[in-house]
């Protein structure tokens, strides 16, 4: 069939609205129409060519929402109609990393994944016989795409399309970071740098668990008051404070229990390490950064107690947690209208780039 989609041709360059031909589902696959996508920070740090696994051409998109249209042999949890968020990390529930109950990130399909391909080696997306590459399995800027089944998470049809979308990603990580990865308790003190649209779900979360202090990090301005309704309590300005760690620990009698940095700036990376309590805060690197860096401290901060750890896609496995996360959208738990700024259509896909760019948007979402 024929669908359209934003064509990633090369790196740096603008995305091109194009007509994809897109081979149907075979086994194990399932055909979906999208029908909304947000633009995550991680598509902007793909198309700039900073990403280390960043092939092109390719389409991009991770953080979608759809109705399925068909399915290929084998497919036995979805049918046409069925509504779903695609998963850049799927749950297969078969892999080592799947029964080991100790993360969510399933390992089935990931090596071809990684490689812009379906689990068979080949890609579904063409155009004039030649190949165009999937992106992260999902490539949620093309109107319809085939994704394998085990990593499509089946969701309640009454979910609008347009704002569940961002559980593809954004609002999941976010407060999967809290939940799942951190299990921040109630009463702790949570510091989160870089307050866009990763951060202010970090803060949700914290909210939702009962911490105590939600202190913000941001140079921008902007973002204090709408962190501000997300359940912030305190913000600091790197620029307005000399030292931005020594500003936390003051503010928090010693450090935070918990801190999230989402950004993908090595140098917050280390302040949120620093920033942490003596004998037992957690630090959580949720940005992602850019080919080639790396990052330090002195190995000091561990010895006495503070502990280093990510997360991907929160923690979440996604076809069990992300149904739930949409109920607790729907049934009011967690806000996410706020935080969608800007609707666009397809062909205004490059202007929710350069809304990111210049920090006017939290999410830009595309309709089709
Ligand atoms: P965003 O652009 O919406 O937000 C980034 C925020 O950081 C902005 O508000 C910006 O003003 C602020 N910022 C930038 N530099 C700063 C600095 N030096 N000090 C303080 N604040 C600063 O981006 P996003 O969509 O929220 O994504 C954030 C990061 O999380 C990106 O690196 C993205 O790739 C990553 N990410 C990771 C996962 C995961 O699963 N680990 C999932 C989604 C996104
Ligand atoms: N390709 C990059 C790594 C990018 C990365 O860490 N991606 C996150 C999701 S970001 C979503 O906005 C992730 O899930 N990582 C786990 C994984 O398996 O990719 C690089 O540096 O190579
Ligand atoms: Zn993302």
Redesign the pocket.
Known sequence: MKTRAAVAWSAGEPLSIETVDLDGPRAGEVLVEIKATGI?H?DHFTLSGA???GLFPAILG?EGAGVVVDVGPGVTTLKPGDHVIPL??PECRGCKFCLSRKTN?CQLI?GTQGKGLMPDGTSRFSIGGKPILHYMGTSTFANHIVAPEIALAKIRPDAPFDKVCYIG?GVT?GVGAVLFTAKVEAGANVVVFGLGGIGLNVIQGARMVGADKIIGIDLNPEREKMARQFGMTHFINPKDVDNVVDAIVQLTDGGADYSFECIGNVKTMRQALECCHKGWGQSVVIG?AA?GQEIATRPFQLVTGRVWKGS??GGARGRTDVPKIVDWYMEGKLQIDPLITHTLKLEQINEGFHLMERGESIRSVVVF
């Open positions: 995550c991680t990403d280390p696994e991770h850049y990390t990130l990931r990603c990580t992602v080919a991907a896609f």
